[in-house]
């Protein structure tokens, strides 16, 4: 469809066939009870399977009831117009198949629509056989994405895969003939679509050909399901279209794409309780725990999580980032447990961090339920962008067998791997997850001279650079910790001797952060220098914000002392208080209604080495106090985005700092961190040699020099952190070489120490 004057352009906002249809749609639903009817159901569709997605958010229902209505129209009448000139249409047995589920018949709403149109709606979609049968499943999922704003989709986690990846993992799986695909979350169905593909592929070296092959046996072993109604209609679509020219004239095929909920969790009569597969593949939804509203969290808790053991964080791991879990993990769980035969082989797309950080655990536990699964291959695009700007994170394809099986090798034994080129390792891994590893890793990278193409796996093979190599988990003894390179940077993993601590959660940050009216408005006593993200650079601060903390450690603030002592500071609270209240999390049930999370004596140590655990920038900094013109000097509080390590002694945080800054420290977390939201959590940088400071000479010459260091950024802050971070200082890269080589040495004497042992 991109191909014709009838493309993806002509149906985004402001485009002719798109605004065409708006102005229709307006009249039609001034004067048509059954439009609000059908956005009434539509919407509770929705908070059923999702919540109240709408919720505090700035996007309305009606305008979303709108943007879909429209997707699903264009979809519909190319499904017409498929069936007028291919002769080809897709059979629905099932009532509940996609956007018809309604009591009110979306088709019958968009045949109401047409006929209010200024012009036959032919003339505003493809309808010739030629451009028909140029338009894929790719072209399906991109109107979706163009027609529906990102800001809808981003509530639902919903981007369509590019063709390449998905003929990847296909690849990668080979399907026999026979053999059933599934994707449970199929979207625009371009898995699916790329199953059929292969089938037709392998139909043209058939003396028949192609036109040869039955489309009832061919749409018989794939499968989908989507909660989405107008994805499951555009997977239909994308079906049909993958079987152009050679079906034309098959009159209606059965689809087994269905509407409803593939991982179970609404409470219904499961309607898939019979479907099985022997590859399931696809690309679950990327929505983070925190995004989820509360019912469907209690569902995801309450059913595959407990039963399956998907979400092992429990008390404070959970309220300190961990919640931002990816629901992607969980899903293509319980996707394995419910519908994977015996046998069987998946793929699924998911973020790349989950190679290392700890949303990724339970995924590389390599078992679900009581199933063990072993890890084929993984394929990483990092910084590739297949999603385009959809996505901010990185993707990775990741392909495992069900290693319970008592069967032989499958179907994708080395006899397959041509079509994917061989990799480090033949044929599946062993039935338990240590004869997983080294596991095939395959890193693809961008080339300067060509733009990437992911229309398609010979565009990728094509435009992409590609390097084969293997993972090995940091501890061989579990494969549940961070999967890395196996000839990455390892040497400074080893026993940390110190607890990380997470900085003040700033779940209420308009009330708690004082600007200069509210420092005129309340007391100064509890107001402190208060870092964020912006704040620190490698081995120095660059200024500081002030942040109200109105007790010494969460769950023991006393309010009538705090009145007493600091009037007007409570009364600014109380005037709060309605806000300070409505704060979701448990933990400030019963506790003082200003409460803060993440306060302890640690926080009022006399030093801290910070780092800002969000995105990926390995800046660690020794503060203490700042002198504050207004409050005069008080000591720093790290901030919501940032983990330190709380000493009293000066010496042991600058030893700390120094290590943490060193170059062989900051390859090893370049190679075992997830590069992703929470880089360096507690859990990355806990994993890192960090021995107790005993003052010996090694640990003091490593102190002095970042001692140094810090006493060089400070005579750069003067201007702005762009202009600081473009900077070359010579009197501290000279420092910051004498602290590498002392790491080095450090390095060298321990890994000496355990050869001899």
Not at 117 to 125: E, K, N, P, Q, T
Not at 387 to 401: I, K, M, N, P, T
Request: with cysteine; proline share 6%.
């Amino acid at each position: 469809m991109t191909r014709t004057r009838h493309g993806v352009d002509d149906w985004t906002p402001g485009g002719v066939a798109h605004d065409r249809y708006r102005a229709a749609l307006a009249t039609r639903r001034e004067a048509d009870g059954r439009f609000e009817r059908a956005r009434t159901e539509w919407t509770a569709h929705l908070k059923r399977h999702h919540g109240d997605v709408f919720d505090g958010v700035d996007r309305d229902s009606d305008r979303a009831f709108a943007d879909v209505l429209t997707c699903d129209f264009v979809v519909s009448r190319l499904q017409r117009a498929v069936a007028d000139a291919f002769g080809l249409a897709a059979e629905v047995p099932d009532p509940t198949a996609d956007a018809d589920a309604f009591s009110v018949r979306w088709n019958d709403l968009h045949d109401a629509v047409a006929a209010e149109l200024d012009v036959d709606w032919r003339s505003l979609v493809p309808t010739g056989r030629d451009a028909l049968s140029e338009t894929t499943a790719t072209d399906v999922g991109a109107l979706y994405e163009a027609v529906v704003p990102r800001a809808t989709r981003l509530l639902l986690g919903e981007y369509y895969t590019p063709r390449g990846l998905a003929e990847l993992a296909l690849a990668e799986l080979d399907p026999a003939p026979g053999e059933t695909v599934l994707d449970p979350g199929c979207g625009a169905g371009v898995f699916l679509a790329a199953a059929v593909g292969r089938r037709l592929d392998e139909a043209a070296g058939s003396p028949a050909g192609p036109a040869g092959a039955d489309p009832a046996e061919l749409l018989a072993d794939v499968a989908g399901v989507d909660l989405n109604p107008v994805a499951v209609r555009s997977a239909r679509l994308a079906l049909l279209l993958e079987l152009l020219p050679a079906a034309a004239g098959a009159g209606r095929v059965a689809v087994p794409v269905r509407l409803g909920d593939a991982v179970g969790l609404t409470g219904a009569p499961d309607p898939f309780a019979d479907l099985t597969a022997d590859v399931v593949v696809g690309n679950p939804p990327w929505v983070t725990w925190d995004r989820l509203a509360d019912p469907v969290k209690t569902r995801w808790r309450e059913g595959p999580i407990d039963d399956l053991d998907l979400f092992p964080h429990r008390g404070a791991d959970a309220r300190l980032g961990f919640g931002n879990d990816d629901v992607s993990v969980a899903f293509a769980a319980t996707a394995l447990h419910r519908y994977l035969r015996p046998g069987g082989r998946a793929g699924f797309v998911l973020k790349r961090d989950l190679r290392s950080g700890p949303a990724g655990r339970s995924l590389r536990r390599l078992r679900v339920g009581d199933r063990p699964l072993a890890l084929r291959r993984v394929h990483d695009f990092g910084g590739l962008a297949p999603f385009g700007e959809q996505v901010s994170s990185d993707a990775a394809l990741y392909l495992f067998d069900d290693a319970g099986a008592e069967a032989g090798t499958s179907a994708t034994d080395a006899d397959h791997r041509d079509d994917v080129d061989a990799g480090a390792v033949d044929g599946p891994p062993d039935a338990d997850a240590g004869g997983s590893f080294p596991a095939p890793l395959v890193d693809w990278r961008g080339r300067d001279d060509v733009a990437p193409a992911f229309d398609s796996l010979a565009g990728l093979r094509a435009t992409l650079d590609r390097t084969e190599t293997a993972l090995v988990p940091v501890d061989a003894d579990d494969p549940a910790t961070a999967w890395v390179r196996a000839d990455a940077e390892r040497r400074a993993l080893g026993p940390c001797a110190y607890t990380i601590r997470h900085g003040v959660k700033d779940d209420a940050k308009a009330v708690f952060s004082v600007d200069d009216e509210t420092l005129a408005r309340i007391e100064p006593d509890h107001v402190y220098p208060y870092l964020r993200s912006k704040h620190v650079v490698k081995y120095g601060l660059f200024g500081h914000d002030r942040f109200l903390v109105p007790l010494r450690r969460t769950g023991a603030g006393d309010p009538e002392a705090l009145a007493r002592a600091s009037p007007r500071t409570y009364a600014y609270l109380d005037e709060h208080r309605e806000r300070l209240e409505a704060r979701g999390s448990s933990w400030y049930d019963d506790e003082p209604f200003y409460d803060l999370f993440g306060l302890g004596p640690y926080t009022w140590s006399e030093y801290k080495v910070v780092w800002c655990r969000l995105g990926f920038k390995p800046h660690f900094a020794v503060v203490s106090t700042v002198d504050d013109p207004e409050l005069g000097e008080k000591p720093v509080v790290p901030g919501d985005h940032f983990m330190f390590v709380a000493t009293d002694d000066e010496a042991e945080a600058h030893y700390l700092a120094a290590l943490l800054n060193s170059a062989p420290y900051q390859r090893c977390l370049r190679e075992t961190a997830s590069q992703g939201k929470a880089t360096l959590s507690a859990t990355v940088v806990s994993r890192l040699f960090l021995p107790a400071y005993e003052g010996d000479d090694v640990q003091r010459e490593l102190a002095a020099r970042s001692r140094e260091a810090h006493e060089i950024v400070p005579d750069y802050t003067d201007r702005s952190k762009r202009a600081y971070n473009r900077l070359t200082i010579p009197e501290l890269d000279a420092v910051q070489a004498e602290i590498d080589r002392i790491a080095e040495a450090f390095l060298a004497r321990r890994n000496g120490k355990n050869e001899n042992a």
